[in-house]
T-cell receptor, first 114, second 113 residues
Framework: KAGVTQTPRYLIKTRGQQVTLSCSPISGHRSVSWYQQTPGQGLQFLFEYFSETQRNKGNFPGRFSGRQFSNSRSEMNVSTLELGDSALYLC?????????????FGPGTRLTVT | KNQVEQSPQSLIILEGKNCTLQCNYTVSPFSNLRWYKQDTGRGPVSLTIMTFSENTKSNGRYTATLDADTKQSSLHITASQLSDSASYICVVSGTNTGNQFYFGTGTSLTVIP
């Protein structure tokens, strides 16, 4: 079956702008998590959505927000972009919220803020 | 504070040799530990997942061990191949942290011919 897809794959934005990233999970998966990956910090958890509700949230400012649609597709929005927001943004889907459960990552969206 | 630390930060080995990567964590109470492989420019791919009661799990040439008492895990790669060149990330989740995961910063492995 098809894997997790993310669009766009690459994005260049200017400081102060906003951006929306999209993630389509594996068919049947209801949980979508978002991560930010930078060379210095590694992978950091942003938030998780399950059945259209945000279930967990990491320690990121309110400029980072997300939502999930009824078909489990998810979007992440970053407003008032800063240079430090340049990173690889990964989403991961899983079937349910019970642990241990497998997460499947998408290829990521590379965001560059200039 | 829940943390995951990996060592070494980077490693270069000759093709065909074995290597071991380390992961120490302070996440408590512990639920499970995963090892992921991430190729450059791609998303992480799961190698193994272990719960509290498991102390060894293999996936082909990859063998992960877990010592829940000392809060340590290792990933052993046997007979390395050029395709093993990647970043290896240790991820830990706790029983009272919901679905939040704690990530190590990874070990960058380079296999040279």
């Amino acid at each position: 079956k098809a894997g997790v897809t993310q669009t766009p794959r690459y994005l260049i934005k200017t400081r102060g702008q906003q951006v929306t990233l999209s993630c389509s999970p594996i068919s049947g998966h209801r949980s979508v998590s978002w991560y930010q990956q930078t060379p210095g910090q590694g992978l950091q958890f942003l938030f998780e959505y399950f059945s259209e509700t945000q279930r967990n949230k990491g320690n990121f400012p309110g400029r980072f927000s997300g939502r999930q649609f009824s078909n489990s597709r998810s979007e992440m929005n970053v407003s008032t972009l800063e240079l430090g927001d340049s990173a690889l943004y990964l989403c991961a889907s899983s079937f349910s919220g019970g642990a241990p459960y497998e997460q499947y990552f998408g290829p990521g969206t590379r965001l560059t803020v200039t | 504070k829940n943390q995951v630390e990996q060592s070494p930060q980077s490693l270069i080995i000759l093709e065909g040799k074995n290597c071991t990567l380390q992961c120490n964590y302070t996440v408590s109470p512990f639920s499970n530990l995963r090892w992921y492989k991430q190729d450059t420019g791609r998303g992480p791919v799961s190698l193994t997942i272990m719960t509290f009661s498991e102390n060894t799990k293999s996936n082909g040439r990859y063998t992960a061990t877990l010592d829940a008492d000392t809060k340590q895990s290792s990933l052993h790669i046997t007979a390395s191949q050029l395709s093993d060149s990647a970043s290896y990330i240790c991820v830990v989740s706790g029983t009272n942290t919901g679905n939040q995961f704690y990530f190590g910063t990874g070990t960058s492995l380079t296999v040279i011919p």
